[in-house]
């Protein structure tokens, strides 16, 4: 798989040091999906980034992280990769030993975009859950931001290749539905769509606020964010999850639950098709 990083708009292959990205988490990321070099959805990914940089107090970097994205998107675009996946990271940057931050803050801009193999118009096969033990943490000050403190996922993740299912359910402190490691989810019941409120954790993904606010209204569907278990997910007529590469996901298994039916995930693949062709 090829790959290319820019750190601060320069090509390199290594990240300056110090960096409080790598001591402390201390910074945002957002992961776009490249169609032949154009990135798709920009402005939302922008516009969550930019309340992540927010909370955090970080100077407004936002023109130059969307400079720097377009141009490692032309470069891109010249490799004649067909598909790419783009990790714009924003790192409050160096400063002196100890968890507060600098008074000068510089932020860094760190971009990194890989080639992908598969083709992302079509979509996947109906995936398998497991369910992970590994919980989220709560946090209400950064639910829904993109920060790049993901132990969590990354345990769960292992949990999930040890169980050789493609995703694995994660939940909250109180036993509640929020999400899959790299994903949110979906049920579908009585012709209606409902998804976690994201009120203590989790990450309000960029296709999670497509299908709220502009596919399931063009199929007429309502959408209700609300608290949701593992009962209401087993009692779903139909469950998918997305994220910004694969788009939206069927479920086709979670335990002893089967579904064979993914008529809305299919339609609503359809309205995110209808996007980029």
């Not at 930019?50 to 032309?74: M, T, Y």
């Not at 997305?242 to 788009?247: A, D, E, F, I, P």
Request: aromatic content about 6%; glycine content about 8%; hydrophobic content about 45%.
């Amino acid at each position: 798989m090829q790959a290319a990083t820019w750190v601060d708009g320069v090509r390199t292959e290594a990240l300056p040091l110090p960096d409080r990205a790598m001591e402390f988490g201390d910074g945002l990321f957002e992961t776009l999906l490249l169609h032949h070099g154009s990135p798709l959805f920009t402005d939302l990914h922008l516009q969550r980034l930019q309340c992540g940089l927010q909370v955090l107090a970080f100077p407004d970097c936002l023109a130059k992280a969307r400079e720097q994205l377009l141009n490692a998107s032309a470069v891109v675009c010249n490799l004649g990769w067909r598909w790419a996946a783009l990790r714009l990271t924003i790192s409050r940057g160096s400063g002196p030993r100890g968890y507060a931050p600098p008074a000068a803050t510089r932020p860094r801009i760190i971009i990194t975009a890989s080639e992908l193999s598969y083709d992302c118009q079509q979509m996947g096969a109906a995936a398998v859950l497991s369910l992970a033990n590994v919980r989220w943490p709560t946090q209400p000050a950064l639910a829904g931001l993109k920060h790049l403190n993901r132990l969590e996922q990354v345990l769960a993740a292992a949990e999930r290749c040890a169980a050789g299912t493609d995703e694995a359910v994660m939940l909250g402190q109180s036993g509640q539905l929020v999400s899959v490691v790299a994903g949110n989810l979906f049920l579908v019941r009585g012709g209606t769509l409902q998804t976690p409120a994201l009120v203590d954790c989790g990450i309000a993904g960029t296709r999670r606020r497509l299908v709220m606010e502009r596919w399931a209204g063009t199929l007429g569907l309502p959408v209700r964010e609300t608290t949701l278990s593992l009962q209401d997910l087993e009692a779903a007529d139909e469950v998918f999850y997305c994220n910004s590469l694969l788009g939206l996901r069927p479920v086709s298994r979670f335990g002893q639950r089967h579904w064979s039916s993914h008529a809305i995930c299919e339609a609503l693949f359809e309205q995110y098709q209808g996007e980029f062709l």
